[in-house]
Antibody, heavy 119, light 107 residues
Framework: EVQLVESGGGLVQPGGSLRLSCAAS????????MNWVRQAPGRGLEWVSH????????YYADSVKGRFTISRDNAKNSLYLQMNSLRVEDTAVYYC????????????WGQGTLVTVSS | DIQMTQSPSTLSASVGDRVTITCRAS??????LAWYQQKPGKAPKLLIY???NLQSGVPSRLSGSGSGTEFTLTISSLQPDDFATYYC?????????FGQGTKVEIK
């Protein structure tokens, strides 16, 4: 069974940093592109970032470019999102999502981790 | 960026009703469209991919159609488990973008 479990969310002040993690199991992690998708409270879904299986290609939404860094450790079956210079508008539930090979829709999702940016 | 617009934003319906949700893209996305269902406090769930292909385990009362810029998600006979919010997503072009969502609520 595919499982994605996010962790690392919490309360942080504007300008602060946070690192999210996603532990994957139940599938061959290296064979899949992975993504972060977020959802602000009461709002819709927003794709944030994407990384290929070998980390050779990485993409970001304009709203986070230059502030967030996606990475993965295939030996640990883990995905990460380093978030710097956080803003109030980054407050959201952050989901780890697997891309359905070979396309860019998302066939498995974690339960999400809440990031709150507030003073 | 490709803008995705769903209609209606909210839909009130009864068990057994046939319901249709529309998703329009600001430019052609061929058939590179997915539909998701999300229930409160839960992660989204993939329902349909490439506009009309049912994800494994999704009941056959759900169907998708369309290509180019206009797409529909249809539930042939609404069941209690179907009351949720539905999102479309285009994956023709980076950045991948979602519609704003359609909430299906009990009438």
């Amino acid at each position: 069974e595919v499982q994605l479990v996010e962790s690392g969310g919490g309360l942080v002040q504007p300008g602060g940093s946070l690192r999210l993690s996603c532990a994957a199991s139940g599938f061959t992690f290296t064979s899949y592109r992975m993504n972060w998708v977020r959802q602000a409270p009461g709002r819709g879904l927003e794709w944030v970032s994407h990384i290929t299986g070998d980390s050779s290609a990485i993409y970001y939404a304009d709203s986070v470019k230059g502030r967030f860094t996606i990475s993965r450790d295939n030996a640990k079956n883990s995905l990460y999102l380093q978030m710097n210079s956080l803003r109030v508008e980054d407050t959201a539930v952050y989901y780890c999502a697997r891309a359905r090979n070979p396309y860019n829709n998302f066939d498995s999702w974690g339960q999400g981790t809440l990031v709150t940016v507030s003073s | 960026d490709i803008q995705m617009t769903q209609s209606p934003s909210t839909l009130s319906a009864s068990v057994g009703d046939r319901v249709t949700i529309t998703c329009r893209a600001s430019q052609s996305i061929s058939s590179w469209l997915a539909w998701y269902q999300q229930k409160p406090g839960k992660a989204p769930k993939l329902l349909i991919y490439e506009a009309s292909n049912l994800q494994s385990g999704v009941p056959s009362r759900l169907s998708g159609s369309g290509s180019g810029t206009e797409f529909t998600l249809t539930i042939s006979s609404l069941q209690p488990d179907d009351f949720a919010t539905y999102y479309c997503q285009q994956y023709n072009n980076y950045p991948w973008t979602f519609g704003q969502g359609t909430k299906v609520e009990i009438k």
